[in-house]
Protein backbone atom coordinates (compact mmCIF):
# COMPACT_ATOMS: atom_id res chain seq x y z
CA UNK A 1 0.00 0.00 0.00
CA UNK A 2 3.13 2.61 0.47
CA UNK A 3 2.91 2.31 -3.34
CA UNK A 4 0.21 4.68 -3.29
CA UNK A 5 2.30 7.21 -0.75
CA UNK A 6 5.08 7.18 -2.95
CA UNK A 7 3.03 7.79 -6.27
CA UNK A 8 1.28 10.61 -4.99
CA UNK A 9 5.00 11.84 -4.04
CA UNK A 10 5.52 11.49 -7.49
CA UNK A 11 3.07 13.42 -8.87
CA UNK A 12 3.48 16.31 -6.54
CA UNK A 13 6.50 16.26 -8.13
CA UNK A 14 5.82 16.15 -11.43
CA UNK A 15 2.90 18.76 -11.03
CA UNK A 16 5.12 21.51 -9.38
CA UNK A 17 8.19 21.04 -11.93
CA UNK A 18 5.20 20.81 -14.82
CA UNK A 19 3.81 24.35 -13.21
CA UNK A 20 7.32 25.99 -12.78
CA UNK A 21 8.06 25.22 -16.73
CA UNK A 22 4.95 26.35 -17.91
CA UNK A 23 4.26 23.22 -19.38
CA UNK A 24 0.75 22.03 -20.73
CA UNK A 25 0.92 18.20 -20.55
CA UNK A 26 3.34 16.27 -19.30
CA UNK A 27 4.59 13.48 -21.75
CA UNK A 28 6.99 10.82 -19.47
CA UNK A 29 8.77 10.22 -16.07
CA UNK A 30 11.69 8.49 -15.44
CA UNK A 31 12.16 6.68 -12.18
CA UNK A 32 14.75 5.07 -10.37
CA UNK A 33 14.25 2.11 -8.22
CA UNK A 34 17.08 0.23 -6.32
CA UNK A 35 16.56 -3.19 -5.88
CA UNK A 36 17.04 -3.25 -2.03
CA UNK A 37 13.80 -0.54 -2.19
CA UNK A 38 9.99 -2.58 -1.85
CA UNK A 39 8.45 -0.60 -4.52
CA UNK A 40 6.56 -2.60 -7.25
CA UNK A 41 6.45 -1.17 -10.97
CA UNK A 42 3.29 -2.45 -11.43
CA UNK A 43 1.65 -0.98 -8.43
CA UNK A 44 2.87 2.41 -9.36
CA UNK A 45 1.83 2.24 -12.42
CA UNK A 46 -1.76 0.72 -11.02
CA UNK A 47 -1.81 4.29 -8.86
CA UNK A 48 -0.54 6.18 -11.21
CA UNK A 49 -3.72 5.39 -13.59
CA UNK A 50 -6.14 6.02 -10.94
CA UNK A 51 -4.33 9.79 -9.69
CA UNK A 52 -3.08 11.33 -12.35
CA UNK A 53 -6.42 11.12 -14.34
CA UNK A 54 -7.70 15.09 -14.21
CA UNK A 55 -4.47 16.31 -14.44
CA UNK A 56 -1.72 17.51 -16.85
CA UNK A 57 0.40 14.11 -15.97
CA UNK A 58 -2.71 11.96 -17.29
CA UNK A 59 -1.10 9.51 -19.99
CA UNK A 60 1.99 10.37 -18.78
CA UNK A 61 4.38 7.18 -19.54
CA UNK A 62 6.54 5.84 -16.48
CA UNK A 63 9.59 5.19 -17.34
CA UNK A 64 11.26 2.01 -14.99
CA UNK A 65 15.04 1.93 -14.29
CA UNK A 66 15.92 -0.54 -11.75
CA UNK A 67 19.69 0.12 -10.23
CA UNK A 68 21.25 -3.38 -9.03
CA UNK A 69 21.82 -3.34 -5.55
CA UNK A 70 25.50 -2.72 -4.10
CA UNK A 71 26.84 -4.38 -0.89
CA UNK A 72 30.55 -3.72 0.99
CA UNK A 73 32.31 -6.23 3.10
CA UNK A 74 32.98 -5.55 6.80
CA UNK A 75 35.48 -8.18 6.57
CA UNK A 76 37.34 -7.79 3.23
CA UNK A 77 36.63 -4.19 2.63
CA UNK A 78 35.31 -5.08 -0.76
CA UNK A 79 32.45 -3.49 -2.65
CA UNK A 80 30.05 -5.81 -5.36
CA UNK A 81 27.40 -6.22 -6.69
CA UNK A 82 24.33 -8.39 -5.12
CA UNK A 83 23.40 -11.51 -7.46
CA UNK A 84 21.06 -12.59 -5.09
CA UNK A 85 19.62 -11.75 -2.27
CA UNK A 86 21.27 -13.33 0.94
CA UNK A 87 24.70 -14.11 -1.18
CA UNK A 88 27.73 -13.66 0.89
CA UNK A 89 30.74 -11.89 0.11
CA UNK A 90 31.75 -13.25 -3.59
CA UNK A 91 35.77 -12.74 -2.10
CA UNK A 92 35.85 -13.66 1.40
CA UNK A 93 32.53 -15.24 2.33
CA UNK A 94 31.45 -13.58 5.30
CA UNK A 95 28.10 -12.27 5.47
CA UNK A 96 28.75 -9.12 7.54
CA UNK A 97 28.03 -6.73 5.00
CA UNK A 98 26.87 -3.18 4.84
CA UNK A 99 24.39 -2.14 1.79
CA UNK A 100 25.91 0.81 0.08
CA UNK A 101 23.49 1.00 -2.63
CA UNK A 102 20.16 -0.43 -4.22
CA UNK A 103 17.77 1.68 -2.34
CA UNK A 104 17.16 4.79 -3.88
CA UNK A 105 13.67 5.62 -5.37
CA UNK A 106 13.74 8.79 -6.94
CA UNK A 107 12.43 10.95 -9.83
CA UNK A 108 15.28 11.22 -12.53
CA UNK A 109 13.27 13.67 -15.17
CA UNK A 110 10.29 14.53 -16.32
CA UNK A 111 9.60 15.31 -19.82
CA UNK A 112 7.05 18.28 -20.59
CA UNK A 113 5.43 20.19 -23.51
CA UNK A 114 4.71 23.55 -23.39
Do not use: Q
Given at each position: MHELAVTESVLDIALRHAGQANASRVTDIYLVI??????VDDSVQFYWDMIAENTICQHATLHFKRVPGRMKCLECEKEFEVQQSLDPCPYCGSFHLNIIGGEEFYVESIIVEK
Open positions: GRFSSI
